[in-house]
């Protein structure tokens, strides 16, 4: 087995970068193997020096492969003539290498690396990839890889070839893990075991794993790429089936230990005909799925999914009421406290509306505000974080255990909890199915309910791409928004700015609340982040709740749980820092009554893949969007 070979087996591998990669996981030569290039770079087209000017970098806008550089790159080999250290009026320093061939000459120059040039000498042999550019000098190579070769044989690893890129590991950089990765394979992929037989890869002409390693890291070309990542991708997904299959038959040989009486369901019809509203279809749909669950003595695992607005809370109060009629309590465990804290709000208000003898008893408890052991022992709902793990309060009459917003727990917290109630049934709720959830779910783990219709009056949220040169425009259309006494919500990817200059440019919450009282004066503007003290958290966000806020600048704290009806519009500025997901549930922070909503999306960096994820983000407005899973990345290990 691979994974049981160590890397100190690689020749020329120092103490610390074993030491390095072990920091990050990487003990074995199995482990080696499973980090997956996120992109790579095409240098197989060599060229004498005498034709630079002919392959001036231009996009290649055709290439079906996503997973290359979009730019065309070139090689060059030559003798070193010459080399030299520049140095510029302002201090920096520019290294500087004279290559020839029988075609001609050129200069290549790294800028401040001058270790560079301890590695090259006269007459040595080396080639250097890059792209051509032009420049007041003429046309250059600009050198992003080199390589020497002191003897005949040597193989291309960083030049000549399609060219992995990794993601980087503190300490080892991308040209070292590249050397370990090649060096291994010569030694080790003959080793590479198939865990498929060919009964089942044969039909469906996959490769075997030896040469899938091969071709993923080192591929010949752009199909025998695809063909690897097939591969790969096939056995994750077996993989998945399988450990998934194995939950599902373990969870179903399970048994709670006690019954929950059907008869109670008319309590809970009962109170759901008292409501100033009608439930939707699909509300109806999934409260009697997950009541018909509950009452198995095998223990419920099932997802309720839904789009942020659309009723998720009450069908989730439905089924812990069904829990409290009998005699059961309801866990309910949210991923942020001021999530926690909307939930205890809503169930509260929701509690309220029964008559006081059979009116369930709501109780939050957090990291930062541990309720009493009484008032543990006493509810009938709990609310929480991951604070509901180590409840040390008895959590034996647990009936219900409810997750808010899925994907933001691991496993193993999901695991920890469930053991705490370890007879109750699970309920896991989501807006936003990320692909491990949706790969469970196509895989049968758990049982799911879908929420695909919104409360009746409910509008769609109109969402723009709006451009920098209309911003003041959108400034004036927010005030005449704030003049009908509507709220407004502005989100910024950071709290300070970035202390990284490529990263200064990104708005930070901090400073746009200063930009945003100056221009909207007159205005109550008010400014939320994690940062805040859990007392000042909770303040803001009363204030913004009871209309006494005009603007909540925010970072994306407010991303899951804060329910403002009056809120009708979303400034989300460096929308490229979000993923789909994440600019999913911001704008569902709007929309949540009948007025109608907007949100305003502003970019500072353009990118096709930023277009493709805004046009399917802009189709999909206010309804449950399917999409994340096509641009969600590839497993790096």
């Known amino acids: 087995m691979l994974y049981d070979v160590e890397l100190k087996s690689i020749p020329k591998t120092s103490p610390r970068t074993l030491s390095r990669l072990k920091e990050a996981g990487i003990t074995s030569i199995g482990d080696l193997f499973d980090i997956v290039p996120y992109r790579y770079e095409d240098y197989r087209t060599t060229i004498p020096i005498a034709s630079l000017h002919n392959h001036l970098t231009t996009a290649l806008t055709d290439t079906p492969y996503k997973h290359f550089d979009k730019h065309a790159k070139v090689t060059i080999t030559g003798i070193v003539e010459r080399k030299s250290n520049v140095f510029t009026r302002r201090g920096f320093s520019m290294q500087k290498i004279v290559l020839a061939d029988e075609s001609g000459k050129t200069t290549v120059t790294w800028f401040n690396q001058p270790f560079i040039l301890k590695l090259f000498s006269a007459n040595m042999r080396v080639a250097v990839s890059g792209s051509v550019k032009s420049s007041s ?84 070309n752009e199909d025998a790429l695809l063909r690897a990542r097939d591969r790969i991708s096939f056995n994750e997904l077996f993989s998945i089936q399988l450990k998934t299959k194995l939950i599902k038959e373990s969870w179903q040989k399970q048994k709670v230990n006690y019954t929950l009486d059907k008869k109670y369901k008319k309590n809970v019809d009962a109170f759901l005909a008292t409501l100033p509203y009608a439930l939707t279809g699909a509300q109806v749909r999934a409260t009697k799925e997950i009541i018909t669950d509950m009452q198995s003595s095998q223990p419920m695992n099932r997802l309720l999914q839904g789009d942020v607005g659309s009723g998720k809370t009450i069908v989730t109060f439905a089924a812990a009421l069904f829990a409290f009629f009998n ?101 896991s709720l989501t807006a936003t199915p990320i692909p491990r959830t949706v790969l469970l779910t196509l895989h049968g783990e758990l049982s799911v309910s879908t929420i695909d219709e919104f409360p009746k009056g409910r509008k769609q949220v109109k969402t723009y791409v709006t451009p920098e040169d209309k911003r003041e425009d959108a400034y004036n259309w927010l005030k005449k928004e704030l003049d009908q006494k509507h709220q407004a919500f502005i989100v910024c990817p950071f709290v300070e700015v970035s202390d990284s200059e490529s990263l200064q440019s990104v708005k930070a919450a901090s400073e746009e609340v200063k930009k945003i009282q100056s221009l909207f004066n007159g205005y109550s503007v008010a400014l939320l982040h994690g940062r805040l003290k859990n007392a000042d958290k909770e303040q803001i966000m009363a204030e913004f709740s009871c209309g006494n806020l005009d603007i909540l600048v925010a970072t994306p704290v407010v991303e899951v749980g804060i329910d403002v009806p009056n809120a009708t519009v979303i400034i989300i500025e460096g929308a490229e820092r979000f993923g789909l997901a994440q600019l999913h549930q911001l704008r569902g922070r709007v929309g949540r009554s009948d007025l109608q909503s907007h949100c305003l999306l502003f970019y500072f960096y353009t990118n096709p893949i930023y277009s493709k994820t805004t046009a399917i983000f802009c189709t999909y407005a206010g309804r449950f969007c399917p999409c994340t899973i096509r641009f969600s990345t590839s497993r790096r290990r």
């Open 137 to 220: 000098a003429g046309i250059i190579l600009q050198p992003e890889n080199y390589e020497v070769f002191n003897n005949e044989g040597k193989p291309h690893i960083h030049t000549s070839r399609i060219v992995p890129i990794y993601s980087s590991i503190s300490g080892v950089s991308t040209r070292t893990l590249r050397e370990k990765i090649f060096n291994a394979l010569a030694l080790y992929s003959e080793s590479a075991t198939d865990v498929l037989p060919e009964n089942i890869t044969a039909p469906l002409n996959l490769l075997h794993m030896q040469k899938a390693l091969a071709a993923l890291h080192f591929p010949d």
């Open 327 to 427: 005699k059961k309590k309801t866990l309910l465990m949210a991923p942020t406290e001021i999530l926690a804290q909307q939930h205890a709000h809503t169930l509260t208000n929701l509690a309220e509306l029964i008559n006081v003898a059979e009116r369930p008893k709501v109780c939050i408890t957090t990291s930062s505000n541990k309720a009493q052991k009484n008032d543990l022992e006493r509810a009938d709902i709990i609310v929480g974080t991951h604070a509901l793990i180590s409840l040390k309060a008895p959590c034996d009459n647990v009936g219900l255990v409810v997750v808010d917003e899925q994907h933001k727990f691991g496993v193993t917290q999901r695991a920890a909890l469930k053991q705490k109630g370890i007879d109750a049934h699970m309920l």
